[in-house]
């Protein structure tokens, strides 16, 4: 299993800086942990109507520092829930970056994302050329490359799956 | 060319000679630290056992466990948590402790800030272990890779280099130290990397404000601090080490991706505006807020100094009726300690409830706040929620000016009470 691409609409723009994602689903559901129900309160402060609109494979795109705070991770369960692929953003915050990506959930660091996508764009992660690119405008920009332990993580879905690959590596 | 003490650590972890920052290494963490809470701890031991197979760590003496959050328990199911932790860590020969204060705190009182250590744990304030020369790094769920595995994949941090340089005028302490670090420098300044302080600042200042500025270390980007060990620092923390390392120290050329001075001689007591801990702001521009609730405590603040500083601003003193000031030592060590100085005695009469050491004033578990109420608060912490109602606001000042707001029940100058 290795990481795919993304390929998907542009579902939101967060164009804050330091965003905190416990904002995606509110502060009084953090504690929810069925992403059924978490999927019904996420985004509510921002668009009702999100959970309707999303189509699986969309991404989502962030400004600098994304996850700055103290994350926690049912935002994000959230976003898988409704078919979510990946976040796109300037830069983030460690804390959150690791989180998610020790989930599975691809994260791309892309400087200067916000000032080339609209809400709608078709767009693209591209691992293997490094590149992030907007298929209705035709705009490229380069992503910063995954580190090696990243990138196991997420070609193995996350932190269950990359210990077991470890297993496998190393009894050979 | 040199190398960073972080560079040093981590190259010993990794059986190298040297390493870089950017190179993916292999590394031994010397100790393995959890504080036991839902989904963390308990997801940990079942998934160490179902998906893995394993029935026993390696090297137990290598993890410590702590029980400070959900102390006391409110709930059976709180206490079931604990109780798992309690079983696992006998049955693993793993020490368990509980009610000895905020596990950051004690971890540094029983010798896991062992100077040149590399300490793991899934909560980023045990980055406060760098001040004595640790390499203390959360890493949120990954935290499971050291209890499957000897060794975890990381790449060497960059590390950004701070000096702080002046002097520090009274009534200003280490939080506003640090949280001028983050107005100055940015809330992204450090992302991904170690944040390494020094100067005459950090030299002058207690072991105590050291840790309050270490343990905050993520609100700048940062993966964790850390201060090369002094004198004062070796004294405290080599005789209780818990392990046999050389205490290692950055070389003076060594590489660092940024070298940063801040002066602080005329920095004045700040206040972090709610709802983010990158809101910076000078404490003067927010006399006459009015608040009901203090908070003196965390793994941040909540030690002998701040203990001292609110005993001097409350003696003779009252806490304006109706306002809740909750004292917290940070361990039971400092309580023992405020005990015997006559501290307690000194808050208790002001009006001060002052509790046995516990996390959970912080994190909204108890003396929580309804909407439309504020707290000024020396917590880690200001986001909407986090003590209550996410309609209540969290003010973040030093433990001089949360005694001085009990006393008047609005944002005030603590100085006038010095």
């Not at chain 2, 920052?21 to 839902?38: C, K, M, S, W």
């Not at chain 2, 005993?311 to 004292?327: D, E, I, M, T, W």
Request: charged letters at 20%; aromatic letters at 8%.
């Amino acid at each position: 299993m290795a990481l795919k691409n993304l390929h998907g609409r542009v579902a939101w723009i967060f164009p804050e800086k330091d965003f905190d994602v416990d904002d995606i689903v509110g502060v009084a559901n953090i504690k929810l942990k069925d992403p059924v129900k978490l999927a019904e309160v996420a985004m509510s402060d921002f668009d009702p109507g999100f959970a309707a609109q999303v189509r699986p494979g969309d991404l989502l795109i962030g400004g600098e520092n994304f996850g700055y705070g103290h994350p926690h991770y049912p935002p994000m369960i959230a976003m898988r829930q409704l078919g979510l692929s990946g976040v796109v953003a300037e830069s983030f915050s460690p804390g959150y970056w690791r989180g998610e990506i020790a989930m599975g959930f691809p994260q791309a660091t892309c400087p200067g994302v916000l000032g080339i996508v609209s809400r709608w764009d078709m767009v693209e992660v591209d691992w293997t050329a490094c590149l992030f690119r907007n298929l209705t405008t035709g705009q490229n920009l380069p992503i910063e490359p995954l580190s090696q332990g990243d990138r196991k993580m997420l070609d193995n879905g996350g932190l269950i799956g990359y210990l077991h690959a470890r297993d496998l590596e190393e009894s050979k | 060319m040199g190398a960073t003490i972080a560079e040093k650590i981590l190259a010993r972890c990794a059986g190298l000679d040297r390493v870089s920052a950017g190179q993916d290494i292999r590394a031994r963490p010397d100790f393995v630290i959890a504080y036991d809470f839902p989904g963390y701890t308990d997801v940990i031991f079942r998934q160490m056992k179902d998906e893995f197979g394993i029935d026993k760590v390696t090297d137990p003496s290598r993890f410590a466990l702590f029980i400070d959050h959900m102390v006391p328990a409110v709930t059976p199911a709180e206490e079931e948590l604990h109780q798992i932790t309690r079983d696992w860590g006998a049955a693993q020969n793993v020490p368990v402790f509980e009610r000895k204060g905020i596990g950051h705190q004690v971890a540094a009182e029983l010798g896991y800030a062992t100077p040149g250590a590399f300490a793991v744990h899934f909560d980023g304030h045990i980055s406060q272990l760098g001040t004595y020369g640790t390499l203390a790094i959360g890493l949120r769920r990954h935290l499971l890779e050291a209890f499957v595995k000897e060794h975890i994949l990381i790449t060497v941090p960059h590390t950004v280099r701070v000096n702080l340089t002046g002097t520090l005028q009274t009534g200003v302490m280490a939080r506003d130290v640090f949280h001028h670090i983050v107005r100055v420098l940015g809330p992204s300044s450090c992302r991904f990397k170690v944040l390494e302080l020094g100067g005459e600042v950090i030299d002058a200042l207690s072991l105590e404000g050291r840790q309050a500025i270490t343990c905050l270390a993520m609100f700048t980007g940062a993966i964790t601090a850390v201060i090369n060990p002094d004198e004062k620092a070796l004294a405290y923390a080599a005789p209780r080490a818990r392990a046999d390392i050389e205490p290692v120290f950055s070389d003076p050329d060594a590489s660092y991706a940024a070298v940063y001075t801040i002066d602080v001689t005329d920095l004045e007591p700040v206040i972090v505006v709610p709802p983010s801990p990158a809101n910076t702001e000078n404490l003067s521009d927010h006399l006459g807020t009015e608040v009901q609730v203090g908070y003196l405590g965390s793994c941040a603040s909540g030690r002998l100094e701040d203990l001292r500083i609110a005993a001097q601003v409350l003696r003779g003193r009252q806490v304006k009726p109706g306002f809740q000031l909750n004292v917290v030592p940070t361990s039971q060590e400092i309580m023992r300690q405020a005990a015997a100085e006559g501290l307690i005695t000194d808050l208790v009469a002001a009006g001060a409830f002052v509790t046995s050491s516990s996390c959970d004033y912080c994190f909204g578990r108890l003396g929580v706040m309804s909407a439309g109420q504020r707290a000024v608060s020396t917590g880690t912490l200001n986001v909407r929620g986090r003590m209550g109602s996410r309609d209540s606001e969290i003010f973040i000042v030093n433990a001089a000016a949360v005694a001085a707001a009990a006393i008047e029940g609005r944002i005030a100058d603590p100085r006038r009470y010095l």
